[in-house]
């Protein structure tokens, strides 16, 4: 199974999303999302059951994200890259050079350790596990959006279409 795509597919994610998920505002924002979940999480704690709602606010913003914001006007900025390169790596990882696929695979099996880690915090009220998992989560992740900025710059390189890029480009 391939989680890439099924987390795609989960979004609902068409070349318009993909478009507007490119603004750097979009990919940015998405940074936040861990820390968010788990402070919603955490106020359990002062609000009881009412966590719920904080919680499903997080999961409502992080299918909204990639809409929320207008497609960038230019494609020159790291997390525009970064989001352009994960599309090109979920459609076309056939074409993608092997030690790019190597990474990724590396970095996404990365944040596991750290989303156990942070989990068992959440679970447990243990603060400091909560944050060093969550950071462990986050910190493979930046690393592979720089990945897929990679994967964009050699895709461009080689003339290659980016998907769902043509559509929007207003300023390059």
Not at 33 to 61: E, H, N
Request: aromatic share 16%.
């Amino acid at each position: 199974m391939d989680l890439f795509r099924a987390a795609e597919r989960m979004m609902a994610m068409d070349d318009g999303v993909w478009l507007r998920h490119a603004n750097p505002w979009s990919g940015w924002s998405r940074m936040v999302i861990l820390p968010m979940f788990c402070l919603a999480v955490w106020s359990r704690v002062w609000i009881g059951w009412g966590a719920l709602v904080p919680i499903a606010l997080v999961l409502v913003w992080i299918w909204w994200n990639p809409r929320a914001f207008a497609p960038p006007h230019r494609f020159d900025a790291w997390m525009t890259k970064g989001v352009f390169g994960e599309r090109i790596f979920i459609e076309h990882r056939d074409r993608i050079a092997p030690h790019h696929l190597r990474a990724a695979k590396v970095l996404s099996l990365m944040s596991v350790p750290g989303g156990l880690i942070m989990l068992w915090g959440l679970w447990m009220l243990w603060w400091e596990g909560a944050v060093f998992g969550m950071l462990l989560c986050v910190l493979p992740k930046i690393w592979f959006v720089d990945r897929m900025a990679w994967i964009f710059d050699d895709w461009e390189r080689a003339g290659l279409l980016v998907p769902g890029m043509a559509q929007g480009e207003t300023d390059v």
